[in-house]
């Protein structure tokens, strides 16, 4: 584990992905479980993610960690092009494989840019579905 982030954790949970929205600082990510998560990333470089289920250490919380480096910066050195890449390849196809190669680079992501995972428990309002 790199900077918070569980590389077989994101691999996981990125096999399960199944919508992304972002919104300014903020991914929101649905899995094929019906579980949600939501990560946002601060000027600071922490990416704080919070899971439907509660659970600060679940899959879901390491991917939407990942989706998050990927999709909530507008630009980005050549890294962080080839994890947006990945991200697309997966959503257009979804392998164990994309999702192993797409949390792999994600790792060297946080990793060169200073990126940190701070999982948040989710509040009680929020669903699962």
Known sequence: M?????VAGAAAGLA???AVRVRANRATVRFDDGHSARATVSSTGDVQVACACGSPDCEHVQAA???AAARVPRA?????HTLRGSLDDLLRRRTREQAETTAEVGQRVFETEGLTVTPE??????STA
């Open 2 to 6: 790199i900077s918070g982030l569980a």
């Open 121 to 126: 428990a989710a509040s009680p309002r929020r």
């Open 76 to 80: 980005g050195n050549a890294l962080w």
């Open 65 to 67: 960690a990942v989706v």
């Open 16 to 18: 399960t992905l199944v």
